[in-house]
């Protein structure tokens, strides 16, 4: 008897676990887009909030959300005449005010600026949004570039995420959040952006462990990883094949706002992968694991999109130059 119910149970195990990965990854998303938005406001009791790249893309959407509900907020981007421009559109539709820090994250010294500028400011919500990528061989760019890159899509979030941290606990704030945006490049293996996924990668990772102390504290922690949105993030990189593949995928700043909107603070919701790429990204890596995957992404970019014909053009025509 006992030797049916232990075989039973090991035939079951692997059908539990593939319906255990199907409501975490489809199942839990659509849930969310069927909620309603939260008021974010209301519910951290938030004056102001601080949004990094904030005036383009998801950025973007995300001050025009927040101001929609009446949220005051700090706007960060280092550039200065379309965030002014954009701070002025918002406070004459929405009767909020803004504060505007031009301030480059990819420099060590910048978020230093940026707390010293907004110690009298009672900020509720973080959205760590900033971020940059390149899309070249790893031997491409040089040891500076990559520590710009950590510098402003990993080291930067972490900083802001620490300082309003350790500033809510010592002035007693009943809630708070802090909203990472993160990419399926952090489950997905991508060559030519592998300092951008490395970056991602840690950005999930981060508020996966951060997610455990901050409960208990009353701060939600979120990372939301989408696959391609449509923003100017790839306007000046060179046109791979699967950019073009991922473009009939590609979700709306509008899309992955809504969803930050909706699962902060819900569901126990930590991570969370947004749209059919970033789904599939997180289905195959939990089924096939890493390195099958890094298998399959090699054959895929080498064999059918001939995306490495791109980087070894670029090889040979140093070559020749030297």
């Known amino acids: 008897m006992i030797s049916i119910f232990i075989n039973s149970f090991v035939y079951y195990i692997p059908i539990v676990c593939f319906l255990l990965i199907l409501f975490n990854k489809i199942a839990l998303y659509i849930i969310v887009l069927g909620s309603k938005e939260q008021d974010i406001r209301k519910k951290y009791q938030c004056e102001w909030a601080l949004v990094t790249g904030s005036c383009a893309g998801i950025g973007k959407e995300i001050c025009d959300r927040l101001a929609r509900q009446g949220v005051n907020i700090v706007m960060v981007s280092k550039s200065k005449d379309a965030l002014q421009e954009y701070s002025k559109q918002l406070m004459s539709k929405y009767r909020i005010r803004t504060l505007t820090l031009s301030i480059d994250l990819k420099k060590s010294d910048s978020v230093q600026q940026l707390f010293d500028l907004t110690e009298s400011i009672d900020i ?33 979030p972490m900083r802001i995420a620490e300082h309003y941290y350790r500033k809510w606990l010592d002035q007693g704030r009943r809630r708070g959040a802090i909203i990472f945006t993160s990419s399926s490049t952090a489950v997905c293996p991508t060559p030519f952006s592998v300092m951008y996924a490395s970056s991602k990668s840690f950005l999930s990772t981060f508020a996966e462990s951060l997610s455990i102390e901050a409960r208990h504290q009353s701060i939600d922690i979120l990372a939301i990883r989408p696959g391609l949105v449509k923003t100017h993030l790839f306007d000046n990189v060179p046109k791979h094949m699967i950019l073009k593949l991922l473009s009939l995928v590609s979700q709306s700043p509008k899309d992955i706002v809504d969803v930050m909107f909706k699962s902060v603070g819900r569901y126990g919701i930590v991570v969370l992968d947004v749209g059919i790429f970033g789904i599939l990204s997180g289905i195959l890596r939990n089924i096939i694991g890493v390195n099958m995957m890094a298998s399959l992404v090699s054959f895929t970019s080498f064999y059918l999109l001939k995306d490495f014909s791109i980087y070894y053009k670029h090889i040979n025509n140093k070559k020749k130059q030297t």
């Not at 509720?124 to 790893?138: P, R």
């Open 124 to 156: 509720g919500v973080i959205f760590n949004n900033a971020g940059y990528l390149t899309m070249e061989g790893f031997d491409q760019t040089t040891s500076k570039d990559k520590i710009e890159m950590l510098e402003c899509n990993s080291i930067a």
